[in-house]
T-cell receptor, first 111, second 116 residues
Framework: GNSVTQMEGPVTLSEEAFLTINCTYTATGYPSLFWYVQYPGEGLQLLLKATKADDKGSNKGFEATYRKETTSFHLEKGSVQVSDSAVYFC??????????FGAGTILRVKS | GAGVSQSPRYKVAKRGQDVALRCDPI?????LFWYQQALGQGPEFLTYFQNEAQLDKSGLPSDRFFAERPEGSVSTLKIQRTQQEDSAVYLCASSFRDTNPGETQYFGPGTRLLVL
């Protein structure tokens, strides 16, 4: 079945550091890929998405590129802020239907 | 506009008690999903509705779990004879339709269920 594996956390960075959170997937077809974020005390919200190979999703300085050859969708940001501290979930969907999530990666940014 | 709302936000139940969790999706959204999120884990799919039709209930863990969406809007997830392993956050999400690849699901704040 479909599955998502993302790097374990917590990831602790200093403000303005470069961020990478790795995400790889297994799918039978050609899924759409998503990054969702959960800020402390808030619900899940979409951060970015990509629907086909080589697409790049971007939002709020974050970006991720859909790499079919490596079945990956790594999340990057050039300069993190304290306000980026949250839990990040990589997910996939086939046919616009149910989402399959990774276990989540906690990001802590220190000032 | 209003997002997805869920009630109650917190529920404490004694083992064996029945509970009902409510979800109000974004108005006009055809698709509605329920997920279960255990502590420290990602959400896991439970069931999915397109309008009032329950098209996929493959993620419901047992026959104690039952969901309905009788008028194609509000949905209720019912858990009968709750067990301690049912303790989790139950998330509801809705999307405009489900046939578009990459369709965004909008999540509610969740109901945190604790079974004692």
């Amino acid at each position: 079945g479909n599955s998502v594996t993302q790097m374990e956390g917590p990831v602790t960075l200093s403000e303005e550091a470069f961020l990478t959170i790795n995400c790889t997937y297994t799918a039978t077809g050609y899924p759409s890929l998503f990054w969702y974020v959960q800020y402390p005390g808030e619900g899940l919200q979409l951060l970015l998405k990509a629907t086909k190979a080589d697409d790049k999703g971007s939002n709020k300085g974050f970006e991720a590129t859909y790499r079919k050859e490596t079945t990956s969708f790594h999340l990057e940001k050039g300069s993190v802020q304290v306000s980026d501290s949250a839990v990040y979930f990589c997910a996939l969907s086939e046919g616009g239907n149910k989402l399959v999530f990774g276990a989540g990666t906690i990001l802590r940014v220190k000032s | 506009g209003a997002g997805v709302s869920q009630s109650p936000r917190y529920k404490v139940a004694k083992r064996g008690q029945d509970v009902a969790l409510r979800c109000d999706p974004i108005s006009g959204h055809v698709s509605l999903f329920w997920y279960q999120q255990a502590l420290g884990q990602g959400p896991e799919f439970l069931t999915y509705f397109q309008n009032e039709a329950q098209l996929d209930k493959s993620g419901l863990p047992s026959d104690r779990f039952f969901a309905e969406r009788p008028e194609g809007s509000v949905s209720t997830l019912k858990i009968q004879r709750t067990q301690q392993e049912d303790s989790a956050v139950y998330l509801c999400a809705s999307s405009f339709r489900d046939t578009n690849p990459g369709e965004t699901q909008y999540f509610g704040p969740g109901t945190r269920l604790l079974v004692l």
